[in-house]
C-alpha cells in the first residue's frame, strides 16, 4: 500500500504543488500587503502577548526589569504559540477540506489525498516565517549565531508526518461524521491548555507526565525552545522518536482515510 500510495504521489506531484500554489496565494488574494502579512501577523502576535503576559499578567522570564528577560519569554511563549497554530490551522481547516471539493471529488476522478497533502504543507509554509523570526531575535539577544536552527529543519519533518496524520483523520471523519466540526473548536481550545504553549513542561506533575507526553505538540514545542533558547541541549534522540512515532501514526491514518474514501461520493 505505501509503495502504491508513494507511486501515486510522485504521478500527481505537479497537480500537488497547482494546489499548494494555490491555496497558499488564495488567502492574499485582494489584500494590499499581500504576502507580507505572513511577516506582519506573526509580530502582532508576538507583540501582543508579550505585553499582556509581561505587563498585565506579571509573567517573568529572569529579571523582571531585564529587557532581555523579556524577550526571552517572548521567545518562550512564540515558540509554544507557533507550534500549536500549526496545529490548530490543519485541525480547524482539515474538517472542512474535503466538504468545500465536494464537485471536484464527486465529478471527476481526482486524486483525493493530494488535498490533505496540501493543506498539510501550505500550514508547515505558514510555520517557517515565524520560526525565521524566533532564530533572528535568538541570534540578536540570546546567544549569537548557532547551528542548532538545522534541529529546527530536522524537526519540520514529523511536524509534517504528523500533521498529515491528523488531517487525514478530520477531513475523512468530518464527512460522514459533520459534528467533527464543532468538536474539533473545542478540542483545539482544550489542546492549548494541555500542551506547554504558556507554561513549561516542568510545571507538569509527576504523576501525569506519561498523559502528558502522548501529547503530539509536547516534543516540538520543547525541541523549539531547546534549539533557540538553550533551556537544554536539542534532543536528537527526541526527534528520532517522534518521527518513528509520527511515522507509524500516518500509516494508520492512510489506512482510515482509504477505507472511508470508497464512500466519500455517496456522503458528500
Known amino acids: 500500500?505505501?509503495?502504491?500510495?508513494?507511486?501515486?504521489?510522485?504521478?500527481?506531484?505537479?497537480?500537488?504543488?497547482?494546489?499548494?500554489?494555490?491555496?497558499?496565494?488564495?488567502?492574499?488574494?485582494?489584500?494590499?500587503?499581500?504576502?507580507?502579512?505572513?511577516?506582519?501577523?506573526?509580530?502582532?502576535?508576538?507583540?501582543?502577548?508579550?505585553?499582556?503576559?509581561?505587563?498585565?499578567?506579571?509573567?517573568?522570564?529572569?529579571?523582571?526589569?531585564?529587557?532581555?528577560?523579556?524577550i526571552n519569554f517572548a521567545l518562550f511563549l512564540f515558540c509554544g504559540l507557533t507550534i500549536f497554530n500549526f496545529y490548530s490551522t490543519i485541525i480547524s481547516s482539515g474538517c472542512n477540506q474535503l466538504i468545500s471539493q465536494r464537485s471536484t471529488i464527486i465529478k471527476i476522478a481526482f486524486p483525493v489525498i493530494v488535498l490533505p497533502i496540501g493543506l498539510t504543507l501550505n500550514s508547515l509554509i505558514a510555520t517557517i516565517v515565524p520560526i525565521i523570526l524566533i532564530a533572528l531575535l535568538s541570534i540578536i539577544y540570546v546567544d549569537g549565531f548557532s547551528f542548532n536552527f538545522i534541529y529546527a529543519l530536522l524537526l519540520s519533518f514529523p511536524m509534517f508526518l504528523s500533521g498529515l496524520s491528523i488531517v487525514l483523520i478530520v477531513s475523512a471523519t468530518s464527512i460522514f461524521?459533520?459534528?467533527?466540526?464543532?468538536?474539533?473548536?473545542?478540542?483545539?481550545?482544550?489542546?492549548m491548555f494541555i500542551s506547554p504553549v504558556f507554561y513549561p513542561s516542568t510545571s507538569i506533575p509527576e504523576k501525569y507526565i506519561s498523559l502528558f507526553y502522548i501529547?503530539?505538540?509536547?516534543?516540538?514545542?520543547?525541541?523549539?525552545?531547546?534549539?533557540?533558547?538553550?533551556?537544554?541541549?536539542?534532543?536528537?534522540?527526541s526527534i528520532i522518536i517522534y518521527c518513528f512515532i509520527s511515522l507509524i501514526f500516518l500509516l494508520l491514518s492512510l489506512i482510515y482515510f482509504l477505507r472511508l474514501k470508497r464512500g466519500f461520493a455517496d456522503s458528500l
Open 1 to 70: 500500500m505505501a509503495s502504491k500510495i508513494y507511486k501515486n504521489t510522485l504521478r500527481w506531484f505537479p497537480l500537488l504543488l497547482l494546489i499548494v500554489k494555490r491555496d497558499f496565494f488564495k488567502q492574499f488574494k485582494g489584500s494590499y500587503i499581500g504576502l507580507g502579512w505572513m511577516i506582519i501577523v506573526p509580530i502582532l502576535y508576538l507583540i501582543i502577548y508579550t505585553f499582556v503576559f509581561t505587563e498585565i499578567f506579571n509573567v517573568r522570564w529572569g529579571n523582571a526589569e531585564d529587557v532581555n528577560g523579556k
Open 177 to 191: 461524521f459533520r459534528d467533527t466540526i464543532q468538536i474539533a473548536r473545542v478540542f483545539v481550545t482544550f489542546l
Open 215 to 237: 501529547n503530539p505538540l509536547v516534543i516540538p514545542i520543547k525541541s523549539l525552545r531547546s534549539i533557540f533558547l538553550g533551556t537544554e541541549p536539542p534532543s536528537v534522540n
